[in-house]
């Protein structure tokens, strides 16, 4: 099993910043990707971010230029950095962990609420 620790979230104002941390536990083997959902009121859940095993990132258009994505392989950690945020970034935002047998993890999921 893997655990998905996220931390980071919050209440800012639009054009402010958060960085959120996910952090994995438990049996971290045959990863292929990890990354970011959001999923706002009323809405689905999107693709915010992901980093492959390669390190290759792919990023929501909705976020390119304004967020980046990174990990920290000896610590299993991935992060977003999220900067000029905007009211319509407002959703909870779910970690996530694949393996190259498909199996997904998730994390509990964390607040990031943006003011106008």
């Known amino acids: 099993q893997v655990q998905l620790v996220e931390s980071g979230g919050g209440l800012v104002q639009a054009g402010e910043s958060l960085r959120l941390s996910c952090a994995a536990s438990?049996?971290?083997?045959?990863?292929?990707?990890m990354g970011w959902y959001r999923q706002a009121p009323g809405k689905q859940r999107e693709l915010v971010a992901r980093?492959?095993?390669?390190?290759?990132?792919n990023y929501a258009d909705s976020v390119k230029g304004r967020f980046t994505i990174s990990r920290d392989n000896a610590k299993n950690t991935v992060y977003l950095q999220m900067n000029s945020l905007k009211p319509e970034d407002t959703a909870v935002y779910y970690c996530?962990?694949?393996?190259?047998?498909?199996?997904?993890?998730w994390g509990q999921g964390t607040q990031v609420t943006v003011s106008s």
């Open positions: 980093i492959t095993s390669d390190s290759t990132t």
């Open positions: 438990g049996s971290i083997s045959s990863i292929r990707d």
């Open positions: 996530f962990l694949s393996r190259w047998t498909q199996t997904v993890y």
